[in-house]
């Protein structure tokens, strides 16, 4: 939907583009959506990134795409997990 501007769901043409999408919250301007990973009772919360957010006017489908993600990492005890493809080694 990003790229092509079209629905998957209904074929629609009219898209919303929502930059940095935020949730309500009792900040002035809401919470900006981040990537937010759990490691553990003795650390931290991590906050990584944001979201982007693609609607379909027509229908309300919806699509997130995360920016500034470089911070994350392969955590499988966090519930974070790399999904590569098989063959799809760096190119070089």
């Given at each position: 939907?990003?790229?092509?501007?079209?629905?998957?769901?209904?074929?629609?043409?009219?898209?919303?583009?929502?930059?940095?999408?935020?949730?309500?919250?009792?900040?002035?301007g809401g919470?900006e959506?981040?990537?937010?990973?759990?490691?553990?009772p003795?650390?931290?919360?991590l906050?990584?990134?944001?979201?982007?957010?693609?609607v379909c006017?027509?229908?309300?489908?919806t699509?997130?795409?995360?920016?500034?993600?470089?911070?994350?990492?392969?955590?499988?005890?966090?519930?974070?997990?790399l999904?590569?493809?098989?063959?799809t080694a760096?190119?070089?």
């Amino acid at each position: 939907m990003k790229t092509t501007l079209t629905c998957p769901k209904c074929g629609g043409g009219k898209i919303w583009r929502i930059d940095r999408f935020t949730t309500p919250s009792e900040y002035e301007g809401g919470s900006e959506m981040h990537v937010v990973i759990d490691r553990g009772p003795k650390e931290p919360l991590l906050t990584v990134g944001s979201f982007d957010a693609y609607v379909c006017h027509g229908c309300g489908y919806t699509e997130f795409y995360g920016r500034h993600l470089a911070e994350l990492r392969h955590m499988p005890s966090s519930g974070v997990h790399l999904l590569e493809r098989p063959g799809t080694a760096p190119y070089r």
